[in-house]
């Protein structure tokens, strides 16, 4: 059975819990959209709760349940998991909780990309044959495809920075040249230039060490941004390549609430007007 759902504006930031616990409900409420699409295989329901996002991220909960209502064992989760939007360079993650009753489980998934992958249109969802992993052992819970298939279309709040071009120089000496800057409240965006290494264009392996970025909030509370994804490009042969720096924060944050931007120990004032 495949279910398809046009999303509408809701309270979603219940159904966004399992991301964001109870921070910033209204925040998440405004941006937020639930999806309700589900899809029910081998007696097991599938169901896509809520998405939000902006410019370069999103993120997506889910739940798995029996549908005769029974609880689901610990340790399972999906062979195989496709999402249309995927694209460009960038990462993601996903995770599996299972909730206190036991009852169900909730699947959230994260992408930041490159390139931008606002929703304007239909998402696919392709999951793959339910396994349960048990002391060691892989058990086939039930074959089959979970599709689900809906039209999302959340609101963007990512804005511009008002900057002109400039230079910072990492822990380690290498200079980065900053071309743009996006935020939102659920995530920033940058575009630079980085120098290539020996090894060649070796921006993944430097990032942590070397090109850091945090915000300093107007508590002067410091909130140090890890787990960036990262897609580089570059010529054979030269000195430089382009890299995308992308982010989806922890926890959602009010764009007014941002004081500062900190890149490589050089301060960025957010004004936005």
Wanted: net charge negative; with cysteine; aromatic share 10%.
């Amino acid at each position: 059975l495949v279910v398809s759902a046009e999303a509408s504006s809701g309270l979603v930031s219940n159904l966004l819990a399992p991301l964001y616990g109870g921070a910033q409900t209204e925040l998440v409420d405004n941006i937020g959209v639930p999806i309700g699409a589900s899809a029910t295989v081998a007696g097991y329901t599938l169901t896509a709760d809520a998405i939000i996002g902006d410019r370069y991220n999103f993120a997506i909960v889910y739940t798995l349940c029996r549908e005769d209502g029974q609880p689901m064992p610990e340790g399972v989760s999906f062979a195989e998991h496709d999402i249309s939007v995927m694209r460009g360079p960038g990462g993601g993650s996903g995770e599996y909780r299972r909730s206190e009753d036991g009852l169900k489980y909730y699947i959230i998934e994260q992408w930041t990309s490159g390139y931008s992958v606002l929703f304007r249109g239909n998402a696919k969802v392709v999951f793959t044959d339910l396994i349960c992993y048990n002391d060691g052992t892989e058990e086939i819970l039930a074959e089959g495809t979970w599709e689900l298939n809906f039209a999302v279309r959340y609101k963007d709040t990512t804005v511009k920075l008002p900057i002109d071009e400039f230079e910072v120089v990492g822990s380690n000496g290498y200079q980065y040249q900053i071309h743009k800057i996006q935020i939102s409240p659920i995530g920033l965006y940058i575009e630079l230039t980085s120098p290539v290494g020996e090894s060649g264009t070796d921006f993944f392996e430097r990032p942590m060490r070397d090109f850091n970025v945090s915000l300093i909030l107007s508590d002067d509370s410091r909130i140090d941004l890890l787990n960036a994804a990262y897609g580089e490009s570059a010529l054979l042969g030269a000195d430089t390549c382009e890299v995308n720096y992308g982010v989806m924060f922890e926890q959602p944050i009010p764009l007014d609430t941002i004081k500062t931007l900190i890149i490589c120990d050089t301060t960025v004032d957010i004004d936005l007007g």
